[in-house]
Structures are given as structure tokens and as C-alpha cells.
């Protein structure tokens, strides 16, 4: 089992469609959870942290969900501008006193008119 | 402007030459790191550095090497050891060795070994 799985999709969506993306992982000592976004032959840029508590910014929100081990990202209203691949990353503690991030592969996201 | 730098952006290189990709932050991490990512996969870690003078390998550190003189530069040496080096590379950096420090990429070195 890989250690942090996504729907590679893609996921070919309306403008203003609301979209949900799922992660798995499968380390339950993970700590910390980002989304990043990575745009055609660029950098993952990052787009939030998931807290506990779940967390909102703008449109898009990220929740997780420790028991099930699962983070997800919600985008409302999606725009053309949306359409990038959504990356789950997982961070854990390693032994030394660093942390190691797992990346997911992404999921593709097309918002089209 | 605070950010990664990465230099050069492609890099085309001969079977059997090693190469030196450069990465330079201005961000006042402690961190910095290696990863590649190759179609169809998720990126992998090469090598790190949470201090200067101090870099762990990472899960692909074979065929690589990276020094850590200054806490502005993470130089990686593709060696001509590395099976496999055509693919994207990416430096990143993060404030410190927190667990919830997220991590911030530079614009990636695209190598391709001809």
C-alpha cells in the first residue's frame, strides 16, 4: 500500500462547480498535512496546511480526519485558474529528530466554461 | 524579494558527466532539500539539510551528492553514478525542523542526460 494515495483523476469539472478531493495515508503517526498546488511543468506551490480542526481560506477548505486517515480539500466555485494538480502531503517524525513529507501524485483538476 | 532560486532551469547533460544544480535561498531557512519527480510519481527526497555542514540522505540519495557550506546554498551534484538522472529537479526550504513547517520550492532544474 502506498503511503499516501490519490485519485489521480482527472476530474473535469464546470465553472463554479463545487469539487471534493480525497487523500489516504497510511502511517497513523503522521503528524502534519499540507495541499499543494503544482501547476503544467512547475513547482508545487503550497496552498494550506490541514489542521485538526479543519481550516478555511477563501474558497477552499481542508479537513482531516485522523481516525480514518484521510485529509480532503473542498474548492467551491471553482474557476478556470483552479486547474492545476492537487498534491496531499504527509509529514511525519523520523528517528534523529527530523521530519520526512511524503507526497501524494496529485490529483488533476480541469475547471472548463 | 525573499525566495528559492534555482539555476539553470534546463541542463542538458553527456552519459558519464557530472553536473551541479545550484539553489540559493533568501528566506533565513535552516532547512533545505532535495527531491526529483519523475511522470506519474510523487517526488522523492534526494537529500536534506536542517544546519549547515550537516545533510542526511533521503530515500534516493544513490548516484547524488550535496553540500551545505552556507545556510543560503544547498548545491546538488548529479553524478555520473546516477542511473537514471533525466528528470525534474526541485529545492525546497522550511524555517526549521518543525514538524508543522511547511516547505517552499524553487522553480526546478529540469536535467535530461542526452
Known amino acids: 500500500r502506498k503511503e499516501v494515495e490519490q485519485d489521480p483523476g482527472p476530474f473535469n469539472v464546470p465553472e463554479g462547480a463545487t469539487v471534493a478531493f480525497n487523500c489516504t495515508y497510511s502511517?497513523?503517526?503522521?503528524?502534519?498535512f499540507f495541499w499543494y498546488r503544482q501547476d503544467c511543468r512547475k513547482e508545487p506551490k503550497l496552498l494550506m496546511s490541514?489542521?485538526?480542526s479543519g481550516n478555511e481560506d477563501g474558497r477552499f477548505t481542508a479537513q482531516l480526519n485522523r481516525a480514518s486517515q484521510y485529509i480532503s480539500l473542498l474548492i467551491r466555485d471553482s474557476k478556470l485558474s483552479d486547474s492545476a494538480t492537487y498534491l496531499c502531503?504527509?509529514?511525519?517524525?523520523?528517528?534523529?529528530?527530523?521530519?520526512?513529507?511524503?507526497f501524494g501524485t496529485g490529483t488533476q483538476l480541469k475547471v472548463e466554461l | 524579494d525573499g525566495g528559492i532560486t534555482q539555476s539553470p532551469k534546463y541542463l542538458f547533460r553527456k552519459e558519464g558527466q557530472n553536473v551541479t544544480l545550484s539553489c540559493e535561498q533568501n528566506?533565513?531557512?535552516?532547512?533545505m532539500y532535495w527531491y526529483r519527480q519523475d511522470p506519474g510519481q510523487g517526488l522523492r527526497l534526494i537529500y536534506y539539510?536542517?544546519?549547515?555542514?550537516?545533510?542526511q540522505k533521503g530515500d534516493i540519495a544513490e548516484g547524488y551528492s550535496v553540500s551545505r557550506e552556507k545556510k543560503e546554498s544547498f548545491p546538488l551534484t548529479v553524478t555520473s553514478a546516477q542511473k537514471n538522472p533525466t528528470a525534474f529537479y526541485l529545492c525546497?526550504?522550511?524555517?526549521?525542523?518543525?514538524?508543522?513547517?511547511?516547505?517552499?520550492f524553487g522553480p526546478g532544474t529540469r536535467l535530461t542526460v542526452l
Open positions: 525546497a526550504s522550511s524555517m526549521d525542523r518543525a514538524i508543522e513547517s511547511a516547505q517552499y
Open positions: 539539510s536542517q544546519i549547515v555542514n550537516d545533510f
Open positions: 490541514v489542521y485538526s
Open positions: 528566506l533565513n531557512h535552516d532547512a
Open positions: 502511517n497513523s503517526a503522521s503528524q502534519s
Open positions: 502531503v504527509v509529514n511525519i517524525r523520523v528517528t534523529g529528530g527530523g521530519n520526512k513529507l511524503t
